[in-house]
């Protein structure tokens, strides 16, 4: 989880500390990636969360993101600039807090202000003391503004146009895992760049049986075909080896010195290997936990930025708003059962359509991206002028 108090040996007067505020922004998860984007370029960088504790903790495991509660009154907001000594603040939405940001400003810290969508500096959300916050706005260095609305109401409260930039939303984006594994270059998988290959990605125990029918269906017309199936579980490796034993299917369970040869049906990876190992191998995904969940959806953005065509189930609550994203752009198709599995795989495996799929897919993820790399380059340029 995101780290709540610092550890006691860290001197924030002399290590970089880059302070983002998530006030009323939607585009949390541009947040996220931007947090962990500067993590990764940055060794030493650490970052304070402030602003939106329960969302917060979809930065799990980062030692270097501290996520605390925003300080509100004089006092409190004094401790917190004594404690961190942040070098600059991102602040993202709208929802100004004037009293933080003068003493902020007065302490000498750099800001601005990202994703400013329409809503955050609308007449309604400045009507109570609207000079005050207006004033509280020339503190920023530059706004990044969402959109044309967002735009035309900062110019209303005195923001002169030169300072304003029309950039669109943070780029919601997905970190490739680090491994040291490279299993797919490896000779022994050369040759499935001449098979068709498929992918079932963090297939639940329920759901073994639906992916391995579709299999059997696909194969009645692409006899060549591979399926890789990686469940969720490692344990359920075994059980996925014993259906396609019970149905006729070769399986085989990958290792660094064999690899599948032209009789294996199903490759079937023992869950110890990141799902990355495999994206790239296949040009078609079937995101699990999809159809039978036994656990949280799986994020669509990590088989999409490996260039993977996308199918999956109806049940994907924790990520709906990225599956309809790549469904409405063509990158994604929603299956019910085996056989709207096999046809959609069937379809899709045609190399026109995989890559207009897969193209459709990096428009998505990559949407952004130009936001998000000014934002990072800005941010460590100024660490760098002043020498932390």
Not at 112 to 136: I, M, Q, T, Y
Not at 180 to 199: C, E, I, K, Q, S
Not at 327 to 345: H, K, W
């Amino acid at each position: 989880m995101v780290s709540s108090e610092p550890k006691n040996d860290i001197d924030f007067a002399v290590a970089p500390v880059v302070w983002i505020h998530i006030a009323d922004c939607a585009n949390f998860a541009g947040i996220e990636y931007l947090s962990l984007r500067m993590l990764q370029a940055h060794p030493d960088l650490y970052i304070v969360l402030t602003g939106s504790q329960e969302r917060s903790q979809n930065l799990a495991g980062q030692a270097r993101i501290l996520g605390l509660q925003m300080p509100f009154d004089a006092h409190s907001i004094d401790r917190f600039l004594k404690k961190f000594t942040p070098n600059y603040l991102l602040w993202a939405g709208g929802n100004l807090h004037p009293p933080l940001l003068k003493m902020a400003a007065a302490r000498g810290l750099e800001m601005l202000l990202v994703d400013a969508v329409s809503e955050g500096f609308s007449a309604r959300k400045f009507r109570f003391l609207p000079n005050v916050k207006a004033r509280a706005l020339r503190w920023f260095s530059d706004f990044y503004a969402v959109d044309t609305q967002a735009a035309q109401h900062l110019a209303k409260l005195g923001i002169a146009a030169s300072r304003i930039q029309l950039k669109g939303a943070l780029q919601q984006g997905v970190l490739p895992t680090r491994a040291g594994d490279d299993r797919p270059d490896n000779p022994a998988y050369a040759h499935l760049a001449t098979r068709p290959v498929w992918l079932a990605a963090g297939v639940s125990k329920g759901e073994i049986e639906t992916v391995l029918s579709a299999h059997r269906l696909v194969m009645r017309h692409a006899h060549r075909t591979l399926l890789i199936l990686a469940p969720q579980q490692p344990e359920d490796s075994a059980e996925a080896i014993r259906q396609c034993q019970d149905t006729g299917l070769h399986a085989l369970i990958p290792s660094q010195a064999e690899g599948p040869d032209a009789n294996t049906h199903v490759l079937v990876p023992t869950g110890a290997d990141p799902l990355d190992f495999w994206y790239h191998l296949a040009s078609v995904c079937f995101l699990g936990q999809s159809m039978v969940a036994q656990g949280p959806a799986l994020d669509p953005y990590c088989a999409a930025s490996h260039g993977c065509a996308i199918l999956y189930g109806p049940r994907v609550a924790d990520y709906s708003d990225r599956y309809l994203k790549l469904a409405e752009a063509g990158a994604a198709r929603q299956i019910r059962d085996s056989d709207t599995l096999a046809a959609a795989v069937g379809q899709i495996s045609a190399p026109d359509v995989a890559a207009q799929m897969a193209f459709a897919a990096w428009q998505v993820t990559s949407e952004g991206a130009e936001l998000t790399d000014a934002v990072i380059d800005r941010v460590l340029s100024h660490l760098d002028e002043i020498g932390v």
